[in-house]
Structures are given as structure tokens and as C-alpha cells.
């Protein structure tokens, strides 16, 4: 069984940066795309970034210029880069891996919470 365990959020004054990573139990290399969501309290949960296993990026607009997702195939590693943080983008952030297989997983979540 896949596992994926997401670390490095954590409490951050708003324009303050962080550095969420996804540690994969298997090798990225068999994996298609990864993605960061994240969920707030009574909405869906929603992509953040998207990256493929060719390098291929996507993000959502609220967070373009701002985020920076990346791959580190070789430590079966993902990571987002997050910089001027605003309060809005407090929630809960997910790491989701679908495989080229088709098996679809997911993280336990990290808190991201931009306050002063």
C-alpha cells in the first residue's frame, strides 16, 4: 500500500513562506502526476498545483506567482514552495499521487495557517 506522508506546514505571519513536502513510500517514477490540494472547513477540496511526471505544471490562479511546486524523483520526493502567504490560504493541504497504474493516493494533511 501506497503511502504518503506530508510535512512542513505550520504557523506563518502573513507575506512569510513555507515549504510543504511529500514523502512517497514507492518510487515516483511510477507515478503520473502529483498534486497539493488543500480543504477548508465546508468546502470541496480544491487543486492548489499539479506536476507530471515530464515536468508539466498547473496551478490554481489564486495562488500563481505565489507557489512553486517540484519533484525530486530520485528521493521520491514532492514539494511546494509557498511565499507571500495570506491569510486565505489557512486550510488544510493534502498531497495526492495518481500512478500510472491508476491507483489514486492520498496523504493524512498538513495545517498551513497564515496569521499574525
Known amino acids: 500500500q501506497v503511502q504518503l506522508v506530508e510535512s512542513g506546514g505550520g504557523l506563518v505571519q502573513p507575506g512569510g513562506s513555507l515549504r510543504l513536502s511529500c514523502a512517497a513510500s514507492?518510487?515516483?517514477?511510477?507515478?503520473?502526476?502529483t498534486g497539493w490540494y488543500r480543504q477548508a472547513p465546508g468546502k470541496q477540496r480544491e487543486l492548489v498545483a499539479s506536476?507530471?511526471?515530464?515536468?508539466?505544471?498547473r496551478y490554481a490562479d489564486s495562488v500563481k506567482g505565489r507557489f512553486m511546486i517540484s519533484r525530486d524523483n530520485a528521493k521520491n520526493m514532492v514539494y511546494m514552495q509557498m511565499n507571500s502567504l495570506k491569510r486565505e490560504d489557512t486550510t488544510v493541504y493534502y498531497c495526492?499521487?495518481?500512478?500510472?497504474?491508476?491507483?489514486?493516493?492520498w496523504g493524512q494533511g498538513t495545517q498551513v495557517t497564515v496569521s499574525s
Open positions: 495526492n499521487e495518481l500512478f500510472l497504474s491508476g491507483q489514486n493516493s
Open positions: 506536476i507530471t511526471n515530464g515536468g508539466s505544471t
Open positions: 514507492v518510487s515516483m517514477f511510477s507515478v503520473a502526476v
